[in-house]
């Protein structure tokens, strides 16, 4: 490991957990199926962390994962300092210096773990690329339980596959924040035109239409649509709409025309066009297909 400065206080937090994984164990893990793509070495959760710092000018040869859930505190990664609150997740990756402390006036309680393995730059690539390399979570009680459910299953026993289990948790982790970040809030304009779309499968609804619906211009729901989906309201729509049909061919007998005037579809020759687009056959082929 990284050579670090102590702490600003030499004895732990009160009620804190610490899990720390030998670094033989860390070794022949690291060559095992599993544990290879993503590995935990250590990981915690400080309380009320008051001076509380860390600074290591060479970095660690993990990737760092810090999830404030009260209190604030600061991360200097690189020499860019960002202030971290409530919700924020901070990612720092390998051999890069760095330096974060709580604050003296309102010390942060954090959950944190170091990752290392072949999969993590794909993981943390989108939370590295985000502004000051922290990511800003909706919710946090999820992301938390999981850090929980983590530190539980490594402060048991440390055997190969305690290891794999909290690889798997540490991957479910990531990708919960990821998508935590990305999915819009309770009651935002993005989220309330996506139930608008939800709750009218079998319209035809304008961008125009839904923007002025929520509040926005018809550019800036469009922008935050693809941020969020990877593609405007409009594909957006479609896509419900064919999870409609697609439940309607598998689980009724309704004649394709049916099915496509429930989504929307005047034109059933219109709606098989498209459906076969999408999914590569036709309605009928669909539904003849063995499922399960």
């Known amino acids: 490991m990284a050579e670090a400065t102590p702490h600003y206080r030499k ?15 860390v070794d022949a893990a690291s060559g095992r199926a599993g544990t290879r793509q993503l590995l935990v070495t250590d990981a915690g959760y400080f309380p009320t962390a008051d001076r509380h710092r860390r600074r290591r000018k060479n970095g660690t040869a ?18 860019r300092t960002t202030l971290v609150t409530p919700g924020t997740c901070a990612v720092i990756p390998p051999f890069t210096p760095h330096d974060y402390s709580a604050s003296e006036d309102d010390p942060w309680t954090i959950w944190w773990m170091h990752i290392r393995g072949a999969d993590v730059p794909d993981l943390v690539g989108g ?5 000051g390399s922290l990511t800003r979570l909706r919710t946090i009680d999820r992301v938390a339980a999981l850090f929980d ?31 935590d ?13 996506m139930r608008y779309l939800e709750s009218r499968v079998e319209s035809t609804i304008p961008v125009p239409e839904l923007a002025a619906i929520v509040g ?7 922008a935050l649509f693809r941020e969020a989906t990877g ?3 409009g594909a957006f729509h479609t896509a419900l709409k064919m999870g ?49």
């Open 181 to 193: 970040s990305v999915l819009p809030a309770s009651g935002s304009p993005l989220e309330r035109a």
């Open 62 to 79: 993990e990737t760092i994962v810090l999830l404030c859930v009260s209190g604030s505190g600061e991360v200097t990664i690189d020499g």
């Open 11 to 25: 004895e732990g937090f009160r009620n804190q957990r610490l899990c720390v994984v030998p670094r033989p164990q």
């Open 244 to 292: 409609r049909a697609r439940t309607l061919l598998d689980t009724t007998s309704l004649p394709v025309a049916d099915v496509a005037a429930a989504v929307g579809y005047s034109d059933p020759l219109y709606f098989s066009r498209h459906f076969r687009r999408i999914h590569g056959v036709n309605p009928s082929t669909y539904r003849a297909q063995h499922k399960g």
């Open 127 to 131: 939370m590295l690329a985000a502004e």
């Open 149 to 179: 459910e983590l530190v539980t299953t490594l402060e048991g026993r440390l055997s190969p596959i305690h290891l794999l289990a909290a690889s798997g948790i540490a991957w479910n982790l990531l990708t919960r924040i990821t998508v």
């Open 231 to 233: 593609g405007g309201p």
């Open 216 to 222: 926005l211009s018809p550019s800036h729901l469009s």
